[in-house]
């Protein structure tokens, strides 16, 4: 079935240790995006890529990079971790265009 | 700027009863509106969208929508509820009249449901 894949499902890193998210999809999707959702709040949009070109949203920290090798995969990588980066990570997929995104299964994240 | 309103937190319904979800928006363009369903420590499940046409919609798992433009609402509806149905439920509008960031998906603050057997 195509979908949505994101490794690890749980990821436990250090304060300040750098750590990266990973994302997959066999939908052949144009856009990918990630999310930060905490604590059943409304997910909160990272960033996004239209093919290769790469939108980043004006609150998203810099301490949030992205990488899009190819159309298939996109990584989340964050920095330095600090403890309020500690939440559900998704990442998601859609067509150009009026229709609906698909989500990945999340990656929590948890910082010790 | 476009916005979602759900306004209620938690919903609480018997099995087998209806079950309304409400929602409601506000975009300055024509409105593309989603609901999304979230399990536990799970991802964002597509129920149902509305771009145009019959204003009611109807989506996965027996759950329908129907839009009202002079109410500027969008609530989630399904005639008989199941346990299984408890979750967490948001709505979402795009407005692609919009340019960069603004074209994307705003959500609402979510609704959780739960389904008493």
């Known amino acids: 079935d195509a979908m949505v894949i994101q490794n690890p499902r749980y990821q436990v890193t250090q304060f300040g240790k750098p750590v990266t998210l990973s994302c997959s999809q066999t939908?052949?999707?144009?856009?990918m995006y990630w999310y930060q959702q905490k604590s059943s709040q409304a997910p909160k949009l990272l960033f996004h890529?239209?093919?290769?070109?790469?939108?980043n949203e004006a609150d998203t920290p810099d301490n949030f990079q992205s990488r899009r090798p190819n159309t298939s995969f996109c990584f989340l990588d964050i920095r330095s971790p600090g403890l309020g980066d500690a939440a559900m990570y998704l990442c998601?997929?859609?067509?150009?265009?009026?229709?609906?995104?698909?989500f990945g299964p999340g990656t929590r994240l948890t910082v010790t | 700027a476009q916005s979602v309103a759900q306004p209620e937190d938690q919903v609480n319904v018997a099995e087998g009863n209806p079950l309304t979800v409400k929602c409601t928006y506000s975009?300055?363009?024509?409105?593309?509106l989603f609901w999304y369903v979230q399990y536990p420590n799970r991802g964002l499940q597509f129920l149902l969208k509305?771009?145009?046409?019959?204003?009611l919609v109807k989506g996965s798992y027996g759950f329908e929508a129907e839009f009202n433009k002079s109410q500027t609402s969008f609530h989630l509806k399904k005639p008989s509820a199941l346990v299984s149905d408890s979750a967490l439920y948001f709505c979402?509008?795009?407005?692609?009249?919009?340019?960069?960031?603004?074209?994307?998906?705003?959500f609402g603050s979510g609704t959780q449901l739960t389904v008493l057997p």
């Open positions: 939908l052949n999707h144009n856009v």
């Open positions: 890529y239209y093919d290769k070109d790469f939108n």
């Open positions: 975009v300055s363009g024509n409105p593309y």
């Open positions: 509305y771009i145009t046409g019959d204003n």
């Open positions: 979402a509008v795009r407005d692609l009249r919009r340019s960069g960031s603004a074209r994307q998906l705003t």
């Open positions: 998601a997929t859609s067509r150009e265009g009026p229709g609906e995104q698909y």
